[in-house]
């Protein structure tokens, strides 16, 4: 997004949460109006810079502490979460790790997989797999809406398998 943001307005982040630390302003959607109408940015970009701006955002938090968090309760997933990770982390050193409240993304170009755990027994795995038809354990993307296409329910390392790892890697495959 940040990258977006440069190419789009020829200005860095940096200078645009200065830009709204300048105007004094600490209410979310009257940083957003302001971004919009005076500096004719969209709904997404306004958005992200005032969430930068208030250090409101998830990525301005703590990574680790985001995802020792979500685990808080959890703790018996720990071990499918940190397969996952590892097995994803085989397909390349282009892969990057973001961490939000409740879940992990995980981005190439776009994000291809996002790992949360769902319950205190299961971990939904979302996949992006365009055009791939669900099967049994290959579902639709349930709560996941439009970021991902399927869905893989997790409540034991062993599900870890080489079927789901193909799946992972066609997904990391397709998001260039």
Not at 36 to 41: I, S
Not at 45 to 52: E, I, L
Request: glycine letters at 8%.
């Amino acid at each position: 997004m940040e990258k977006g943001l440069l190419e789009r307005t020829g200005k860095s982040l940096e200078h645009w949460v200065e830009v709204v630390r300048k105007t004094g302003m600490d209410k979310h959607k009257a940083i957003m109006d302001h971004l919009k109408a005076e500096h004719g940015f969209t709904h997404g970009f306004a958005n992200f810079v005032a969430h930068k701006s208030k250090k409101s955002d998830a990525a301005s938090q703590d990574g680790d502490e985001l995802l020792v968090n979500q685990y808080k309760g959890k703790e018996e997933l720990k071990p499918i979460f940190e397969l996952l990770v590892t097995e994803i982390e085989k397909f390349g050193s282009d892969i990057i790790k973001t961490p939000k409240k409740d879940s992990l993304s995980l981005i190439r170009k776009r994000q291809f997989a996002l790992i949360k755990p769902a319950t205190k027994t299961r971990i939904d795995l979302g996949l992006k797999l365009k055009g791939k038809p669900t099967t049994d354990r290959l579902g639709d993307s349930g709560p996941f809406g439009a970021m991902c296409t399927h869905r893989v329910q997790l409540t034991d390392v062993k599900q870890v398998d080489s079927e789901l790892i193909g799946w992972l890697q066609e997904a990391y495959d397709m998001s260039v």
